[in-house]
T-cell receptor, first 114, second 113 residues
Framework: EAGVVQSPRYKIIEKKQPVAFWCNPISGHNTLYWYLQNLGQGPELLIRYENEEAVDDSQLPKDRFSAERLKGVDSTLKIQPAELGDSAVYLC????????????FGAGTRLSVL | GENVEQHPSTLSVQEGDSAVIKCTYSDSASNYFPWYKQELGKRPQLIIDIRSNVGEKKDQRIAVTLNKTAKHFSLHITETQPEDSAVYFCAASMRTNAGKSTFGDGTTLTVKP
């Protein structure tokens, strides 16, 4: 079984540029999460989807961040425009309907904003 | 909301010694406590978890204990090996919001050969 797949693994952009991250969860997992992980800190939830519905986006900076999961499978997270402080690792995770507590993480996208 | 504190932030032990990492949580509604291991540049991976109806759980060299009254739980690694070196994260999930986990800031464990 393939795990959670994220791309790209690394992204370097200049500030004020847009950037997008992609996530393909484990097949059959209806819950998808996007996390922000700063260096030396634990993952912080940005948004959580149940199928195609965003059920928790309270921590998503909506002025510049957006996300979608149109068909309830793949998801994209976008930042526009990026700021220096957005440099971090963006992790995607998924969990199944039968056990939402167990989350499986992707390898993450390391974003560097110059 | 839930607040999870993790200590220590760094831990260095000699190979073969034991390592203990502690976490406290604030919300008594939390009922699920996983531990993740994240090796450098890799994804966090679940290594062990415990639910609030259990006080202790063991899996080979790792064990987790939970004290609901004091709202703290700990990860114990015995007979540490160099490959145990990684960052370990604890987390707490709220009963009323299954799937929403709050993570600690992590403990960097270094096992010296």
């Amino acid at each position: 079984e393939a795990g959670v797949v994220q791309s790209p693994r690394y992204k370097i952009i200049e500030k004020k540029q847009p950037v997008a991250f992609w996530c393909n969860p484990i097949s059959g997992h209806n819950t998808l999460y996007w996390y922000l992980q700063n260096l030396g800190q634990g993952p912080e939830l940005l948004i959580r989807y149940e199928n195609e519905e965003a059920v928790d986006d309270s921590q998503l900076p909506k002025d510049r961040f957006s996300a979608e999961r149109l068909k309830g499978v793949d998801s994209t997270l976008k930042i526009q425009p990026a700021e220096l402080g957005d440099s971090a690792v963006y992790l995607c995770a998924s969990s199944s309907r039968d056990n939402k507590n167990i989350q499986y993480f992707g390898a993450g996208t390391r974003l560097s904003v110059l | 909301g839930e607040n999870v504190e993790q200590h220590p932030s760094t831990l260095s032990v000699q190979e073969g010694d034991s390592a203990v990492i502690k976490c406290t949580y604030s919300d008594s509604a939390s009922n699920y406590f996983p531990w993740y291991k994240q090796e450098l540049g890799k994804r966090p991976q679940l290594i062990i978890d415990i639910r609030s109806n259990v006080g202790e759980k063991k899996d080979q060299r790792i064990a987790v204990t939970l004290n609901k009254t004091a709202k703290h739980f700990s990860l114990h690694i015995t007979e540490t090996q160099p490959e145990d070196s990684a960052v370990y994260f604890c987390a707490a999930s709220m009963r009323t919001n299954a799937g929403k986990s709050t993570f600690g800031d992590g403990t960097t464990l270094t096992v010296k050969p």
